[in-house]
Nanobody, 125 residues
Framework: QVRLVESGGDSVQAGGSLRLSCTAP?????????MGWFRQAPGKEREGVAS????????YYADSVKGRFTISRDHAENTMYLQMNSLKPEDTAMYYC?????????????????WGQGTQVTVSS
């Protein structure tokens, strides 16, 4: 069991930036975890936004956020980040971090076992 805690969500205007954080307080290190960021808007299914493979070998992004969002990890802080720039109203959603990857696509919800409680991002036009 892995407990994940997200933070950093806020309300911003279109064009603004936010940085989301995800920590795993009960884990010694997240460096070897494959992790992802997902989001869910009201009335919509949860969708993969970005993922980072174990030991930061590769990163993956949804087409809708490529060039605007960056996933990264600070190993010293044992924290994963999602830097979100040029935010759009359609980025409004609850954002979740996940780990416990079981294989397959890194941007598919069912391939992750452990989830945080989410942090809300609201982008106004």
């Amino acid at each position: 069991q892995v407990r994940l805690v997200e933070s950093g969500g806020d309300s911003v205007q279109a064009g603004g930036s936010l940085r989301l954080s995800c920590t795993a307080p009960s884990s010694s290190t997240i460096s070897f975890m494959t992790m992802g960021w997902f989001r869910q808007a009201p009335g919509k299914e949860r969708e993969g936004v970005a993922s980072i493979y174990t030991r930061d070998i590769r990163t993956y992004y949804a087409d809708s956020v490529k060039g605007r969002f960056t996933i990264s990890r600070d190993h010293a802080e044992n924290t994963m980040y999602l830097q979100m720039n040029s935010l759009k109203p359609e980025d409004t959603a609850m954002y979740y971090c996940a780990t416990g990857y079981s294989g397959g696509s890194l941007l598919i919800e069912k391939n992750y076992a452990y989830w945080g409680q989410g942090t809300q991002v609201t982008v106004s036009s």
